[in-house]
């Protein structure tokens, strides 16, 4: 059985633009975030692809992923992920084998096949696209071809990125994606931190098929965790309200930015709300040090996780930072 001290810790940064701030402000929050998570040992910084969100500034996600890289001195920076829907593999490889030459063996691209928005914007990302669900293993192979070695009679060449080799990593919430990274002998990361109902079963799966590649030789799984630590479990409770509110925006179809946080916020629910908010969170973790420490704890015995992703959407930026400084202390404990 795993044990904490087994486990890598790393972020997912999903860079929130928060109520009264500036993206301006919420790509510097994701800079020093980054800087902090390399401080504590943190294995890897990701961004997220998400498009026509008013409160997510990480559409740019290559572009990002070269800022954060550019600020930081060895923490490995990637997608979590590049929606490949979005974006020719051509492009994508291009992109990621110039940040992998920028940034030798620091970078990791992360894939998924949801298109990250809306239908009408993903219409304006690759105009009239139909997209089938033969099209994201296809397309996942074209990228890793792409990055790889030059081939006898290859045509079409990614410069840069033909043989930089980035890490490729399967992203998904289903068992598709599961049996995908299994089959291709890739890493997978589970996103529990929206969509938890089907980790267990998707590891499972996951592993029990998994097939070595030359890139990975045993699965090797990542689940992503929703967390908010403070010094007391109530301080914890209060600064989650943040997420509670964005989640039910989600939920509700009303999204904005990141919301300060509401005294007793959940309280003032319906019933069925909160319940949503739970299954929505079900893979959270949120508390004091102790309460942290066990949940984290319980997430390790339950999945057997490789590594840990956190999300960490906390209104005020400093006690984000504390934030993450409770989680790496408790993995350490």
């Known amino acids: 059985m795993k044990t904490l001290k087994d486990i890598s810790l790393s972020m ?7 109520e009264g701030r500036s993206v301006a402000d919420s790509l510097s929050v994701a800079l020093s975030t980054a800087q902090r998570a390399e401080a504590l ?27 954060l890289a550019g600020g930081t001195r060895k923490i490995r920076v990637g997608s979590g992920g ?3 829907p979005n974006h020719a593999p051509l492009v994508v490889a291009e992109a990621f084998g110039t940040l992998a030459e920028l940034y030798p063996g620091r970078i990791d691209l992360g894939l998924g096949r949801a298109p990250g928005t809306d239908g009408i914007t993903m219409r304006a990302l690759r105009r009239d696209r139909v997209e089938t669900e033969d099209d ?5 192979a074209e990228v890793q071809k792409l990055l790889g070695p030059v081939q006898p009679g290859q045509r079409v060449v990614a410069m840069p990125g033909a043989d930089t080799k980035v890490p ?19 890493p997978y990361a589970f996103a529990s931190h929206f ?11 996951y592993r029990s098929q998994f097939k070595p590649s030359a890139q990975l030789a045993e699965p090797y799984v990542v689940i992503g965790i929703p967390l908010i630590a403070a010094p007391t479990d109530d301080e914890a409770e209060y600064l989650a309200s943040s997420n509670y ?23 003032g629910l319906r019933p069925e709300e909160r319940a949503a908010i739970g299954d929505f969170l079900a893979a959270a973790v949120i508390g004091g040090p102790e309460r942290v420490h066990d949940g984290l704890s319980r997430l390790a015995e339950i999945t057997g996780a490789d590594e840990f992703m956190l999300v960490c959407d906390i209104f005020d930026p400093e006690l984000r930072l504390r934030s993450l400084d409770i989680a790496a202390a408790a993995m350490k404990a």
């Open 12 to 18: 997912l940064d999903l860079v929130a633009v928060r």
């Open 41 to 67: 040992g943190f294995t890897r910084y990701w961004v997220a692809e998400h498009h026509n969100m008013p409160g997510i500034a990480s559409s740019a996600t290559a572009v990002l992923v070269g800022h």
């Open 82 to 84: 590049i929606m490949l």
């Open 136 to 140: 994201f293993p296809r397309e996942v």
């Open 168 to 186: 490729i990593w399967i992203l998904g919430s289903s068992l598709f994606s599961a049996r995908l990274a299994a089959e291709r002998g890739l």
């Open 195 to 205: 969509a938890p109902r089907q980790v267990l079963q998707a590891i499972e799966l």
């Open 245 to 267: 509110q964005r989640v039910l925006g989600i939920l509700t179809g009303n999204r904005r930015r990141l919301q300060p946080p509401i005294e007793n916020f959940m309280a």
